[in-house]
Every structure is written in structure tokens, then in C-alpha cells.
């Protein structure tokens, strides 16, 4: 099993680098290395604090087979 959380299904508006829809998708083994991995991606991506946002990304993350 794999757990994932797509940027844009948490800042539905965001946008990447190129300035189109943020397509980034987290993906670990468990919800902790998901969390951590979109942190780094909002706090990089986006300048936006991840602390906050931590129940969010929790919020957003699926389960799904490899």
C-alpha cells in the first residue's frame, strides 16, 4: 500500500514553476513521510508555511495499492 496527497487538491488555485496548475503529488509508505514531503513542497513551491497545514495534508492523503 501506498499513501499520496496531490498539491491541488489542498491549494486548488496553486501553481508551479512554469505558472501551470500544480500537478505534485506526494507519495510514502506512511502518512508521516507524506506530510514531510508536501511540507518541503509547499514551503519550496508555493512560500507557503506547512505548519499550519499539517491536518490538511492528513485531511487529503488516500491509501492505494502499488
Sequence with gaps: MVKYA???AMLS???D???DPCRF???ADTEEEVVATMSQHLK?????DPSDLV???????KT???
Design 64 to 66: 492505494t495499492r502499488r
Design 44 to 48: 519550496a513551491t508555493h512560500d507557503v
Design 6 to 8: 496531490r498539491c491541488n
Design 17 to 19: 514553476e512554469n505558472g
Design 13 to 15: 488555485l496553486a501553481l
Design 55 to 61: 491536518a490538511n495534508i492528513k485531511g487529503i492523503t
Design 25 to 27: 503529488m506526494a507519495q
